[in-house]
């Protein structure tokens, strides 16, 4: 016959049952059976660092691929993406967060507006003497009032140069 004993843990109301003794359970006695297994050990293998997802502009017109939010930046830097904009004509500068322009220029994509085109440019720059946060922006100006129409910032961290 098993004995079942009930026992009240610290006043929280947790139930233990315990089997009573005698030989072990056989199948149909109605005992209750537990079997212990060693803990598996797992190995953590570590998972790659995921890379930030591009950044798209408001209007969808600009695709920025490289540099990825938060890179950190030398004096040098490849800006690229996907952009579809008026006569293939894609903007870009690399700017501090206290608004200092340290590099700016143009470039073409493979294709102007309304198909889609790549761009690709390396940008060289002289980076502040002590590293800084900053931006790297892709745009568009509008051909009507030479506003910027679209634009993607990208924050980076511009490492110094000490």
């Given amino acids: 016959m098993t004995e079942m004993k009930a026992f009240t843990a610290l006043g929280l109301g947790v139930l233990i049952v315990a089997a009573g003794c005698g030989a072990p359970p056989s199948a149909g006695s109605g005992g209750l059976a537990v079997s212990a297994s060693p803990a ?15 950044l798209l502009s408001a209007k969808g017109s ?25 006569e293939a004509n894609v903007l870009y500068r690399i700017v501090t967060a206290s608004g200092k322009v340290l590099a700016e220029g ?16 390396e940008v ?12 790297v922006e892709v745009f568009e100006r509008s051909p009507k009032d030479n506003s910027i129409s679209d634009i993607v910032r990208v924050p980076v961290t511009i490492t110094g140069s000490y």
């Fill in 106 to 121: 143009h470039t073409t994509a493979t294709a102007g507006a309304p198909q889609k085109g790549t761009f690709r440019v």
């Fill in 124 to 135: 060289s720059f002289e980076a502040p003497y002590y590293g800084e946060a900053g931006f």
């Fill in 40 to 54: 598996a050990t797992a190995t953590a293998t570590p998972a790659p660092t995921p890379r930030p997802s591009p």
């Fill in 62 to 86: 600009i695709l920025v691929k490289e540099p990825a939010t938060g890179e950190q930046l030398n004096a040098g830097t490849v800006v690229s993406g996907e952009a579809t904009v008026f």
